[in-house]
């Protein structure tokens, strides 16, 4: 067997704090769990990941299981956790302290990444213009009246270099990171930071010739059964049965009219954020049938 190493806590697996409520949990697994399916995504890491997600949202899901394992983060060594994160590449909170963060003066670059790449780390590759003083004419842009050959009479040289950022794995919407510093006699030297923008999961994911769409669901429909019609792109029009009693993550087959293209309804069903007292009784009637007590 196997043993995969992580270095995260299972909160920090599922993206939420330990003060967060089941709800949120649960929301914060179904959104990691459309990124990560084995069905969706054929990547050795997904599943890995996949598999981590499952374990997190098992024990945190459950609140006597959630009890002892926070019993067991309190009595974590904390310089077993520093260490932990050094070797991973995690800021820690005193290493957030000495982080250069960008001012009013600071140059800040917008760089998107996805959901997948925020939770695994990635590169990007950042252009930087530096300039210099012409070393020829000195930044005055003409030798004895005539147009510095060197810099074409712009008074500066300009040097395009490109530098390999490392996104760190775990990484936080709007998070910025330092890049270096713009030499350039207009701009004094000022100090670039890219700024990370996660972007949302899509609703349209391609894998070779199939195409997932991710179908929203209310739990009332999943449990009674529903017809839906959707409007993919580039496929058009398609109607499907979502049969009663479909389960979260559930994958539907559609019939197109392109038969090249394989095509699958991803069901996500949607719990309520809150109920009325109305529909707590009926909840609570169905409980009772259900144990046998009506």
Not at 227 to 240: A, H, Q, V, W
Not at 257 to 283: G, M, Q, T, W
């Amino acid at each position: 067997m196997v043993m995969v190493e992580c270095s995260k806590n299972l909160y920090e697996i599922l993206n939420v704090s330990k003060k967060a409520s089941q709800d949120e949990i649960k929301v914060a697994y179904k959104k990691l769990v459309r990124i990560y399916h084995p069905d969706i995504n054929k990547s050795k890491d997904a599943e890995i990941s996949f598999k981590l997600l499952n374990n997190a949202y098992d024990i945190l899901s459950d609140s006597q299981k959630r009890k002892n394992y926070d019993e067991l983060l309190k009595i974590t060594n904390t310089n077993e956790i520093e260490k932990e994160a050094a070797k991973n590449q995690i800021i820690t909170p005193k290493e957030k302290k000495e982080q250069i963060l960008p001012d009013k003066n600071s140059i800040i670059k917008d760089v998107k990444i996805t959901p997948d790449e925020a939770f695994l780390g990635t590169k990007r590759t950042v252009n930087i213009l530096q300039t210099q003083t012409c070393p020829k004419c000195l930044g005055k842009r003409f030798i004895n009246g005539t147009k510095c050959s060197f810099c074409l009479g712009e008074g500066e040289k300009r040097n395009l270099k490109k530098i390999e950022i490392q996104i760190n794995k775990g990484i936080k919407n709007n998070e910025y990171i330092y890049v270096d510093k713009i030499n350039s006699a207009t701009l004094n030297e000022k100090k670039l930071f890219i700024k990370i923008v996660i972007e949302p999961p899509k609703k349209l994911h391609f894998s070779g010739d199939e195409v997932f769409v991710y179908v929203d669901v209310p739990l009332y429909d999943a449990i009674l059964g529903v017809e839906k019609e959707i409007n993919i792109d580039k496929i058009g029009l398609t109607k499907f049965v979502i049969p009663p009693l479909t389960k979260p993550n559930t994958k539907i087959k559609l019939d197109t009219d392109n038969e090249k293209i394989n095509c699958y309804a991803f069901i996500d069903v949607i719990f309520p954020e809150s109920i009325s007292n109305e529909e707590k009784n009926l909840y609570d009637k169905i409980k009772l049938i259900n144990t046998g007590k009506i």
